[in-house]
């Protein structure tokens, strides 16, 4: 299942109201079915073999309790922020379930990171030279990768996309190839290579096609330190995130498995249940760790003789699972368009009001008792926003029935790239949260709704 339907979110929907969970100042509230989300994880960790370090993008999603509950299922995160890290520590995250990618991480952030164990891709070489000084006077158990652009062009959503010619990420591949393999030979402490291509509006095969040029440099440089030291230096491969999901029914993205497939094909090292086999070495070395387990650290028999596999899906993972409802305040009809004004918009939808031709939501309207209004008006319907500019529309011409003031609206697959990019503008309450289990059998706050307190402490 890649998309909640109407029926089953208005079950919990009325479920919720029934409980008491939707008082008169909860406006809009976000909603997560956490059984779709434990299924969603469980299907991702089947794709891939055992061993593999799923750092689930905090960015996608840094709610505390929904992160408690991956932790509890053997899941790490991938951090982009020193806060993002802070929060997965202070969540009891072993470090070594935490990979660490900001492209901007101060000399105070890596040394941090190296003195927690935590692992790093580091983005350039000006940090590569900055952690191999600190590791002249510390001891640290991360293991570190080099993020690397494979450079193979950009996906149909040119601001997701990060695998150009140019991109602000990562040491071009191309333009970079000897210098990177001159800082694997140099750097004994190097043991990783790591991509990301881009998330929304990038196809598979160029997904794919990403992995396999990063895959086959690993393998020259593997040989190459296989013939100068006496063994592949790469041992962890970082495919980052990306795969599309479906804002629409009518739109299915490739499925997972036939992703892990494809990848299996064009990296079939990635996916083996043994060790990574050293030129001359008729050993392979010991088998893969346990799903949920650290990185192996450095100078360990399995960091010398296995790859260890991370993704870093947040998008895919956190987005369907979730939706968001809100009240309609208010209807205007003009001549051939209507609108009904909601209580979320820009403020919690900042990329699809800016760039609505990109990010498509659909969309039902439920009465002022959760049950699925029918039919569809004369006039297609505008949704509008609360807030103090005129972009503040989250959709255009969308076909409804007709929608009256105590309606709810309902935004479906909310749950990834939403709340993480709230917007403070105008102050406007950030709604409650709610996850629930079975269709709404049972509930749990995942996070309040603020109060005025909350918004004047900021301000402060």
């Known amino acids: 299942m890649e998309n909640l339907t109407p029926g089953k979110i208005s079950s919990a929907f ?27 994880l469980s299907s991702l960790s089947s794709c891939f073999p055992a061993g593999t370090l799923h750092g689930l993008a905090v960015k996608a999603c840094p709610l505390s309790k929904v992160m408690q509950l991956t932790k509890e299922l053997g899941y790490g995160v991938e951090a982009a922020s020193m806060g993002e890290v802070k929060l997965a520590l202070q969540l009891g995250f072993d470090p070594g379930m935490i990979v660490y990618d900001s492209p901007v991480k ?5 040394e941090f990171a190296l003195l927690a164990g935590i692992h790093l891709n580091l983005d350039n070489f000006s940090e590569l030279e900055r952690v191999k000084t600190l590791l002249k006077k510390l001891e640290s158990k ?52 790591h991509l990301h291509v881009g998330s929304q509006g990038c196809p598979l095969e160029m997904l794919v096609e990403g992995t396999g040029k990063l895959y086959d440099f690993m393998l020259e440089v593997n040989r ?23 804002y629409s029914k009518g739109r299915q993205p490739v499925p997972m498995e036939a992703y892990a497939l494809a990848l299996k094909k064009r990296a079939p090292l990635l996916f083996s249940e043994r060790s990574l086999p050293v030129p001359g070495n008729p050993d392979p070395g010991p088998p893969l760790p346990a799903s949920g387990s650290p990185l192996p650290a450095p100078g360990s028999p399995l960091h010398d003789h296995s790859i260890r596999l991370i993704t870093e899906f947040g998008r895919w993972t956190y987005t369907n699972p979730g939706w968001t409802i809100s009240r309609v305040e208010y209807v205007k009809h003009d001549p051939g368009v209507s609108t009904a004004m909601l209580h979320v918009g820009a403020d919690l939808f900042v990329r699809e009001c800016l760039n609505p031709k990109d990010w498509l939501h659909e969309y039902t309207l439920l009465d002022g008792e959760g049950n699925p ?15 103090c500019f005129s ?36 102050s406007r ?20 709704r603020e109060e005025i307190d909350d918004i004047i402490r900021f301000w402060t």
């Open 429 to 448: 309450f950030a709604p409650r949260i709610i996850g629930y289990y079975n269709e709404g059998e049972s509930f749990v706050v995942i996070k309040e």
């Open 142 to 193: 991360s293991t570190i990768g080099i993020r690397i652009n494979p450079q193979i062009g950009e996906g149909s959503i040119k601001e997701s996309s990060v695998a150009g010619e140019y991109s602000k990420f990562g040491v071009p591949l191309r333009f970079k190839k000897n210098e990177l393999i001159n800082a694997f030979l140099e750097n004994d402490f190097l043991s990783g290579m």
């Open 14 to 40: 009325k479920k919720a109201l029934q409980a008491g969970l939707i008082r008169k100042e909860d406006s809009a509230v976000i909603f997560y079915d956490l059984t779709f989300l434990k299924e969603r």
């Open 224 to 246: 190459l330190t296989s013939e100068s030291k006496g063994y592949a230096q790469v041992t962890t491969f970082d495919i980052g995130g990306g795969l599309p999901v479906s």
């Open 391 to 426: 972009g503040d529309i989250l959709a255009k011409g969308v076909s409804l029935p007709g929608v009256q003031e105590g309606d709810h609206i309902v935004i479906h697959d909310t749950g990834g790239y939403t709340f993480s990019m709230w917007s403070r503008y105008n």
């Open 106 to 110: 101060t000399i105070e952030e890596l």
């Open 373 to 387: 209004r029918t039919g569809n008006s004369v006039n297609p319907w505008n949704l509008a926003g609360p807030l």
